[in-house]
């Protein structure tokens, strides 16, 4: 759910990366944080993690600029992805613009992708929305580890795994090195203000 | 769920009830944010001070936990929240489906009159953003 000003002419949207537990959303948010400068970025906030797991959210606000003379602030939101934290999840997802889904490539994750896949389905579908109709990207992540001996999915499984019907775009990633999480960033940003935009008929983008 | 449009005199109408019924009982800050931790409006002369972005993510994410909390022990809702501090006090008030009333008041504001103030606020500003009905 948007938020449209029109007496200061800004636009905030809400954007959340979901996936499994581990997969690299927090990841995401703190390259995206370190890479931007003060102009651009809002504080960060973490929410008490236990170790580096998320137990409610993360919080990075975004100032992507003006488009069609609106203001552009984001909100980017991380999930706590672990299964026992489904009612967090979901309180997080309330107001979603733009869903990013992280997907984590070592083999072991595969069902737990699939999981957090039709967890986030049940989830917009309860606040009536549609995973077809909501601006979405997939990032396969951790494609470093594809060249290393530990076991992983190779992204046809990814995609018939998790975006046979779906057809959105994906990005293949390595977070911790920033590979490919601009480019997801970027897609989604696109996405959500066209989405937003298109919706209130601001103006034709 | 509607995006939440707002226009020059719908937020001015709202900061002056806010203004009216809040600020000048002495309390110092009051937020109106919407469910998915938006600032609305923001009254009052700490609001600068602060870090108002993280506020209002957490007091909805904080709201949200709470009513789910009241469903889980088949209560409706708690409409209010009220957490006290040793100086400063915040008070949660929902606002119709979609917005929620943040107040922060020092010691010298009670909170009989907080509480009264702010239920009479709440259905000034439903009517304001045509939420009531
Ligand atoms: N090899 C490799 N490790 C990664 C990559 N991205 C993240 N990691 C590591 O995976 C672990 C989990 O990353 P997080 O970003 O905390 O995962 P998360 O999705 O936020 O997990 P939850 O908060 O539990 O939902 C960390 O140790 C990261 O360093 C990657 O691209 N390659
Ligand atoms: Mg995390």
Redesign the pocket.
């Known amino acids: 759910m948007a938020l449209i000003d029109l007496s200061r002419k800004e636009v905030h949207c809400k954007i959340v ?1 979901y ?12 390259y995206i944080y370190n890479a931007m400068n003060n102009g651009v970025r809002g504080k960060m906030l973490t929410i008490e ?1 236990k170790g ?4 409610f959210f ?1 919080l990075l606000p975004l100032n992507l600029g003006k488009v069609n003379g609106f203001d552009v602030r984001i909100q980017l939101y ?5 299964t026992i ?1 489904e009612a967090t999840r979901k309180l997080v997802l309330k107001g979603v613009d733009g869903v990013v889904f ?1 997907a ?2 070592l083999r072991v994750r595969r069902e737990k992708n699939i999981e957090s896949f039709n967890d986030l389905k049940k989830n917009l579908t309860e606040y009536g929305l549609s995973i077809e109709e909501i601006p979405l990207v997939l990032q396969y ?5 594809a060249n ?1 001996a530990i076991p992983t999915l190779s992204v046809d499984e990814l995609e018939s795994d998790l975006n046979n019907e779906l057809k959105a775009i994906t990005f293949e ?5 920033g ?1 490919g999480v601009f480019e997801t960033l970027k897609e989604i940003s696109k996405n959500t203000i066209r989405y937003v935009v298109k919706k209130h008929l601001l103006a034709d983008i | 769920m509607n995006d939440l449009v707002l226009t020059a005199p719908v937020l001015e109408e709202a900061r002056q009830q806010i203004e009216n019924a809040l600020i000048k009982a002495g309390v110092h800050t009051v937020l109106l944010i919407d469910d998915a931790g938006n600032v609305v409006a923001n009254c009052g002369q700490d609001a600068r001070r602060f870090d108002t972005t993280a506020l209002a993510a957490l007091a909805a994410a904080n709201f949200g936990a709470t009513s789910e909390i009241a469903r889980l022990i088949g209560e409706d809702d708690f409409s209010l929240l009220f957490h006290k501090g040793k100086k400063d006090s915040i008070h949660f008030a929902r606002v119709g489906p979609r917005l929620i009333l943040v107040t922060i008041f020092g010691d010298e504001v009670a909170l009989g009159l907080v509480r009264l103030r702010v239920s009479q606020l709440t259905k000034a500003i439903e009517k304001i953003f045509g939420l009531d009905s």
Do not use: E, F, H, M
């Open positions: 990366y996936g499994p537990g581990r997969g690299g959303k927090t990841t995401n948010l703190l993690t580096d797991r998320t137990l993360d991380t999930v706590p992805g672990q934290y992280v984590d490539s992540n951790k494609r470093d580890l290393s990633a390595t977070a911790t090195k590979i």
